[in-house]
């Protein structure tokens, strides 16, 4: 099976406007942005979405919200306010089966996408 789309941006084997990455994470800009801001979370190693975690991804979930948090700031949108959204299955809208957050927010940047 071939990775998913997730895992090859990952692997930098697809381009990608990264806003931020630590070793266990990587925020990239949202190709089809729904929000002025809107950035995708991406943890590194392959986790299908939220139903597929135990114990042994904490060091990735911590790392993942403390990307979060940077990609925010960055965004410059940490006073005025963001939204983290994960999908959890295609009933849910999940069309990437990687788990990944949205990170979106209307305000903070002024006029242009981050």
């Not at 406007?17 to 800009?29: D, G, L, P, R, S």
């Amino acid at each position: 099976m071939d990775p998913c789309i997730f895992c090859k941006i990952v692997n930098k084997e697809i381009p990608s406007e990264i806003v931020f990455e630590n070793e266990k994470t990587v925020v990239i800009k949202d190709i089809h942005p729904q929000a002025r801001v809107h950035l995708l979370a991406i943890p590194k190693k392959h986790i299908e979405c939220i139903n597929d975690i135990d114990d042994s991804f904490s060091e990735d979930l911590l790392a993942i919200h403390l990307a979060i948090k940077e990609a925010a700031s960055i965004a410059n949108v940490v006073d005025t306010g963001y939204r983290v959204i994960s999908n959890c299955g295609s009933g849910a809208g999940q069309t990437v089966m990687h788990l990944h957050y949205h990170i979106m927010a209307d305000k903070g940047i002024g006029e242009k996408l981050i």
